[in-house]
């Protein structure tokens, strides 16, 4: 490199002793030699740039599991390298983890970001929903990704016989015979307007007994008769599994809760492949499938990463 400064300095050299029209004749390729160089040094610097490794979390239950499986797996296949950051905890737990950059995204629900997060009233409306929190997020430097066609709404589930023992059909005929009966439901519930405040205020509803329980041990709780009412949610593949009763929800308490990915604006500016990827990975889901790879988990035990492998197999995604 020396030697090649040296000879530009002494071509400069010489060319300042010439006339001004010679003068050009010199100058001009040692511009274009300049010129040249910042384009090879910037491209340079260009190919040595690799993207910041994603940091993918999740909340503490087996759809969160899952689904972050399949966003982290996803994103692997296109060569984001991935850092899992899963079981985090709750809602707030989850959100205060991306706010304080501790992770740059995490599965999450339209319906739980309304109430828990931006703490709006109930709305019924798919979009407006959508809409809103997608604002209100972006207000806090977050991005509300496509929504899967996923709507884990809440469900209050009874076991046949209790259906049938006191005629429940609806949230309505449940609030008859609720002093009755012992519910057993996860922490948040206690707390958020969608939970057993939201079940107070519009169906007057109050348990005889109210137990807290993780959402993994409810549903065997529930079926040994130790409660007699849990707070479920739509995509459970243990209702199914168990034969039990979803109780409808005939006054709209609960808003839609479609599933969508809820990512940092600067992790997306740093690569906005992600954005890509994950909307293209959330439109292979639904609901059915969701309830199928969650009983894969809860009952026959199976991990949430190889549940996750073989569906995102299944769809092409990876080999």
Known sequence: MEHGLAALTDRRVVSECLPPREQQKYSMPIARIFRLLAVAITAATLAGAVPAQVRVGSKNFTEQFVVAEIYAQALEAAGIKVERKLNLGGTLIAHKALEEKQIDLYPEYTGTMLLAVVKAEPMTDRKAVYEKVKSEYAAKGLVVLNEAPVNNTYNMVVRPDTAAQYKLETVSDLA???????????????????????????????????????????????????????NGYATDGMISALKLKRLKDDKNLWPPYYLAPVVRKDALDANPQIAEVLNRTSALLDETTMAEMNYKVDNDKEEPKDVARAFLKAKGVVR
């Open 176 to 230: 008859r015979v609720a002093k009755e009966l012992k519910l057993g439901a996860g922490p948040e519930f206690r707390d958020r307007k969608d939970g057993l405040p939201g079940l107070k205020a519009t169906y007057g509803i109050e348990f005889k007994e109210d137990l807290q329980m993780a959402i993994g041990l409810r549903y065997q709780a529930l079926a040994n008769k130790q409660i007699d009412v849990v």
